[in-house]
């Protein structure tokens, strides 16, 4: 059995995925590259296929009909046969030292018969055209280099930890029953998002491993295009509120980081839909909130009583403006698109 499955997915994806997994394949034998064409157009299938050609025992390719990122993940899931699972978006690519970092310890948990549930490492914000790049490290989230539980988590309001970051046990997921929506963005934060009642151990490395691409005008997180799609947006902060509905999450402290998570997310879905300022989008930031207040009352309180939820909730124009003028500000800081 492999240490580590990375998965690929792969949408037309012709200009950029060979230095993806250029850097995976730097994973030698302990790895296994699962590339999944989601019904690509361009010569995706055949830059795939080309590589599980020359790396038989490495890679393996999924062709499949379009489905989304999400279908595209859920497909990875399905042939990955690792120990533990890493999701590589195909504009992206894994930093060689960081990464060696990280097998390394896998090769320890192999060696001692140990097993984390959820591994953590810091990536990087590599946006085009900008001269430095930003690194979004954990160090004061957690502890560093050791084992821990939720119970030594303490994220700051505003912080959590993104696809980029984590690699999880397949166990995990296969516990979480992680199956992702068809055909619909921004279903990283469900990956993430779904499994974390199930896991019980940790370990944060603080190296970076994952280079983090933006900068595309086509890319998801694009501005322009995330509120043009924020219909998918709003479909995945509900779901992600109705998974924390139905976990009866007892540990307190994943309750709070959990709760934490949707507030950062929440928010991100009223900002979006405040900057677009149609009555259209008005009225659904109001939908959204009314769903999460009838869903779960008390986690509507705690979320619209917090920094993140009152500054997007801030009354008539000049709230808006207010709630705008705070986003501008941490974008600034943390170079993200």
């Not at 990122?69 to 690519?93: C, F, V």
């Amino acid at each position: 059995m492999k240490l580590l499955s990375i998965i690929v997915p792969c949408y037309n994806s012709e200009n950029y995925m060979e230095r993806a997994i250029n850097s995976a394949l730097l994973g030698g034998q302990a790895v296994e590259i699962v590339i999944v064409d989601d019904g690509s157009s361009d010569k995706t299938p055949e830059i795939a296929d080309h590589y599980a050609q020359y790396f038989p025992e490495v890679v393996q390719t999924v062709h499949q009909k379009n489905g989304g990122p999400g279908e595209a993940i859920n497909a990875g899931l399905r042939h990955a046969t690792g120990q533990y699972i890493k999701i590589l978006d195909s504009d992206d690519w894994l930093d060689f030292s960081g990464f060696q970092q990280i097998l390394n310890f896998l090769r320890e948990l192999e060696g001692h018969d140990q097993t984390i549930d959820l591994l953590i490492s810091n990536y990087v914000y590599d946006k085009q055209g900008a001269r430095r790049t930003k690194a979004m490290h954990y160090g004061s989230f957690m502890p560093i280099d050791r084992e821990f539980t939720w119970a030594d988590v303490n994220f700051s309001p505003g912080k959590y930890m993104l696809m980029h970051s984590a690699i999880y046990r397949k166990a995990i997921l296969e516990a979480a029953q992680v199956k992702l929506p068809k055909h619909r963005f921004y279903v990283d934060n469900l990956y993430v998002f779904a499994p974390l009642p199930f896991v019980k151990t940790m370990y944060y490395i603080d190296t970076t491993v994952y280079h983090y691409f933006i900068g595309r005008d086509d890319q998801s997180i694009n501005e322009d295009v995330m509120i043009q799609r924020i219909d998918q947006q709003l479909a995945v902060n509900k779901e992600m509120v109705q998974i924390y509905d139905q976990a009866n999450i007892t540990n307190p402290h994943l309750r709070n980081y959990m709760e934490n998570y949707l507030q950062i997310i929440t928010a991100i879905s009223s900002i979006f839909l405040i900057k677009d300022g149609t009555p259209e989008s008005l009225h659904k930031k109001d939908a959204l909130w009314a769903f999460i207040e009838k869903t779960n009352p008390d986690l509507y309180n705690r979320l619209h009583s917090g920094f993140l939820g009152h500054g997007v909730n801030l009354p008539g124009r000049l709230g808006r403006h207010t709630a705008i003028g705070a986003y501008r500000i941490v974008k600034r800081i943390y170079g993200f698109n």
